[in-house]
């Protein structure tokens, strides 16, 4: 069974910086799709980045810039590198894996999700 855990999340100052990290287990994920969204609380799931073989990472556009998504196929892990972190990316950051897409509703494998949280 394909699990999916997160780390990284924390509190953090405006301006500052956090690194997420998802690492797949029970399988590898060379062929998916790998995205990260993030959800306020009473909010839809939003896309934040996507990224797999094929294509290089695509960000929606509030981060453009200050996000860089990674891949590491060696450690079956993706990351999502954080800077000049802004109050409203406050959310709980998910890794999911699937088909390409912007959509949450089309990603069927999800980790359990970090917290980020940043304020003075």
């Known amino acids: 069974q394909v699990q999916l855990v997160e780390s990284g999340g924390g509190l953090v100052q405006p301006g500052g910086s956090l690194r997420l990290s998802c690492t797949a287990s029970?399988?590898?994920?060379?062929?998916?799709?790998m995205a990260w969204f993030r959800q306020v609380p009473g909010g839809e799931r939003e896309f934040v980045a996507v990224?797999?073989?094929?294509?290089?990472?695509t960000y929606t556009e509030s981060v453009k810039g200050r996000f860089t998504l990674s891949r590491d196929s060696a450690k079956n892990s993706v990351y999502l590198q954080m800077t000049n972190l802004k109050p409203e990316d406050t959310a709980i950051y998910y890794c999911a894996a699937g088909p390409p897409s912007f959509s949450a509703t089309d990603y069927s494998l999800w980790g359990q999700g970090t917290q980020v949280t940043v304020s003075a």
């Open positions: 029970g399988r590898t994920f060379g062929a998916y799709t």
């Open positions: 990224a797999n073989s094929f294509h290089g990472p």
